[in-house]
Nanobody, 115 residues
Framework: QVQLVESGGGLVQAGGSLRLSCAAS????????MNWFRQAPGKQREFVAT???????SYADSVKGRFTISRGNAKNTVYLQMNSLKPEDTAVYSC?????????WGQGTQVTVSS
């Protein structure tokens, strides 16, 4: 079992920055990939970014060049640095961890970008 807790969300003006954190606890040594997803009101959850245990990253086209995903040295923490935020980035951001075929989710943190 893995528990995930996100933090760092909030209200920011367009063009601003936020840094989200997600800390994993429990059976963390087998975590391979960690991801960030987001869900805006009335929309489906969408992929934002992924990072493997080895540090390989991938991003959704909508955030490429503005967001950076990284993992802490202990590999059980993942960060999402969000720069040049836009109103359309407003959503609940959720952390996800993959162990084998099991997916674990955090409770989410609200990010609101005002125009």
């Amino acid at each position: 079992q893995v528990q995930l807790v996100e933090s760092g969300g909030g209200l920011v003006q367009a063009g601003g920055s936020l840094r989200l954190s997600c800390a994993a606890s429990g059976t963390v040594f087998n975590i391979n990939t960690m991801n960030w997803f987001r869900q805006a009101p009335g929309k489906q959850r969408e992929f934002v970014a992924t990072v493997t245990r080895g540090g390989s990253t991938s991003y959704a086209d909508s955030v490429k060049g503005r967001f950076t995903i990284s993992r802490g040295n202990a590999k059980n923490t993942v960060y999402l640095q969000m720069n040049s935020l836009k109103p359309e980035d407003t959503a609940v951001y959720s952390c996800n961890a993959v162990l084998g075929s099991s997916w674990y989710w955090g409770q989410g943190t609200q990010v609101t970008v005002s125009s």
